[in-house]
C-alpha cells in the first residue's frame, strides 16, 4: 500500500514527487515513457526563473528528476490503464497489476492537438510533424509549414529557422495569440511568413509531405503551398481516458480542481497541464506540484485521524 502514488513525470510530477519523497512518505511515480513530460520537446527554455542564460528542456527536466531522486523518490515505467475509485479504496491498474495507495496526483499532461485532416495521418512522421526539436534537422535547406498562432507554434518556428529554408507560418486569425517577445522575435525572421486568416484543409503527398491546401476563411480562396514539411501547433488535450466518468472534468475535458488541486474525489489530487486553468507553463506547472504535495500530506494526516 503507497500512502501516494504520482501519475505523470513532467515537471509538476517530478515536483509532487521530490516534495512527498522529502516529506518521508511512501511514493511511487509512474511514467509511461521518460521522465520529463511534453518539455523534453523543447529545445530552449528561457522563461523558467533561476536560468538567466536559458536552459534546454532536457537539462531541466534531467536535473529534476536527479533532484527528486536523490530523496529517494521511485520512478516505475508502466502504463496506466485505469484507476478504482471508491470511498475506502483507491487503486492504479498497470500492465504489472493492481497498485493499492491512499492518495493519487494525477499529473498525467496533455497531448499535441491534431488538425484532423486528410493526409494529416497518411503522413504522420513523413513530413508531418508535432516536435520540431525533435524532426527540425531533417528538413535542411528546404520549405515547412507550421499551423498555429500560440506561443508553441513561434518558439518552434524561430527554432526551425536554424535548418530550413523558409518558414509558411499559417494562422486562422490576423492577430497571433503568442506572448509579445515571441511575436517581436518571429516577426524579425526573414525565414518566417505569416499567412494570416489561414487554415489548412488538406496536406498532400505520396512518400512524403509535398504540399498544403490552405483556405482562407474570410475570403474562402483556396490555395496551395510547394512544402516538405508541415510541423502542427495548435495546443493540447488532457490526457484525461483514464479518469473519464471518475472525477469532475471542465468542458474542454480538463480536471477540474479547488486552490489546493483537490479533484472532486477526495485523495484524488491534480497538478500541471491536466488541470483546468488559463495558464500553461513549467513554472506553474512546478507550483502546483509543490501545492499538491502539501494537500496529500493533509489528506494523510486526515486518515490517520
Ligand atoms: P495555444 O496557446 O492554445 O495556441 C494554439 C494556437 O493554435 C492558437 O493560435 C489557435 O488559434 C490555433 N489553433 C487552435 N486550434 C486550431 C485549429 N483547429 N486549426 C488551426 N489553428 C488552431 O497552444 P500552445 O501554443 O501549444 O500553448 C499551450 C500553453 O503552453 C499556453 O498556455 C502557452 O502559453 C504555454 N506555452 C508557453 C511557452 C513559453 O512560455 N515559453 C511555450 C510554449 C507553450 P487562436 O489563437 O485563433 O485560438
Redesign the pocket.
Known sequence: MYDVIIIGGGPAGLTAGLYNARARLNVLLLERLAPGGQVLTTDWVE?YPGFPDGVSGFELMDRMKTQAERFGLKIQSDEVAGLELSADRKAVLTAAGSLETKAIVLCCGATW?K?EIEGEDQLMGKGVSFCATCDGPFYRNQEVAV???????L?EAIFLTRFVSKIHLV???DK????RVLQERAMSQEKIEFIWDS?PVKILGEKGVEAIELKNVKTQAVSRKSVQGVFV????LPNTDMVKGLIRLDENGFVVTDDNMQTSVPGVFAAGDIRSKL???ISTAVGEGAAASYAVEKYLESLAG
Open positions: 522563461n492537438k488538425l499551423i498555429g498562432g500560440g506561443d508553441t507554434a518558439e494562422h486562422r486569425r497571433l495569440r503568442a506572448t487554415i501547433f495548435i495546443g493540447t495558464f500553461r507553463q
